[in-house]
């Protein structure tokens, strides 16, 4: 279940094996739950076959795009077949800077045609790569299915609410981080109103303790080291671990928090 057809920034499918030893045993669940799915990293690879699966994403331009594509796998294939042609053909697959020729005018035009995939999926996933732009149809199939089984909210709170009274359910937590060293991805994820004002999104994290504090459901909660946030959760404390990004090559030290 591993693979994913889209990038999505900041998934854990990487960070699994640091903190996958703390996950609570399968056979005394009946729910798993991911409030900030992203790309539901944790269920599709650890979580899928429990029997009942949710999740939240505020993002619907990326649920949509997701949704999109795995109800059109074929499709999705071929669009990625065909951005490999034209590479080749406009000599832009033995790039080294993917920047250079993604931003050039002519591939720019070629990139606002596409179906299912942009610039930033084309930088993420390593399309530009030759050995890249091919995909397992079989492989997504499964994603696809998968897919089809989680019951989505809009909300990480209605998430909170389905889960919260039920001791035989697990909620991974992986929120916007409240504060981030690495630059790319915190750019990425600030949340700006209609006036281009970035707003404060850290209220997330005192829905996260009031919830913490009273569910009876497992809740594991991993976010990057701060004082403030390791001074409000302490009790729920239970390992940290070193991450490196992938674009900015930073490291930042991930805490681990769990109710259980």
């Known amino acids: 279940m591993k693979n994913f057809p889209i990038g999505r920034l900041g998934n854990k499918q990487l960070d699994i094996k640091y903190f996958e030893k703390y996950f609570p045993d399968k056979k005394d669940l009946d729910t798993v739950a991911e409030a900030f799915a992203g790309s539901f990293a944790v269920i599709r690879n650890n979580f899928y076959d429990v029997e009942n699966i949710m999740c939240a994403d505020s993002d619907t331009t990326f649920t949509n795009k997701l949704k999109n594509i795995l109800e059109n796998l074929e499709d999705y294939r071929d669009e990625k077949l065909k951005i490999l042609e034209y590479m080749k053909q406009n000599n832009t697959s033995t790039k080294d800077d993917r920047n250079f020729y ?33 995909i ?43 504060s981030s060293h690495n630059k790319d991805y915190n750019n990425k994820e600030q949340s700006r109103n209609e006036n281009n004002v970035i707003q404060d999104t850290t209220f ?23 004082a403030i946030i ?19 090559k930073s490291f930042e030290t991930l805490n681990i928090y769990c109710n259980y």
Request: proline residues 3%.
């Open 136 to 178: 397992d149809i079989n492989k997504y199939k499964e994603i696809s299915g998968l897919y089809k089984k989680i019951v989505w909210f809009d909300d990480y709170k209605k998430v909170f609410d389905k889960v919260v009274d039920n001791p035989k359910a697990f909620v991974f937590l992986d929120p916007p981080y409240f």
């Open 204 to 226: 997330i994290y005192i829905d996260i303790l009031e919830f913490i504090e009273k569910a009876k459901c497992k809740v594991m909660l991993i976010v990057n080291n701060s």
């Open 102 to 134: 993604l931003d050039n005018d002519k591939m720019t035009d070629y990139i606002k045609t596409l179906k299912y995939l942009d610039k930033s999926d084309l930088r993420q996933r390593g399309i530009w790569k030759l050995n890249g732009t091919t």
């Open 230 to 248: 390791r001074y409000l959760y302490n009790k729920f404390y239970k390992g940290e671990y070193i991450k490196q990004y992938q674009l900015s």
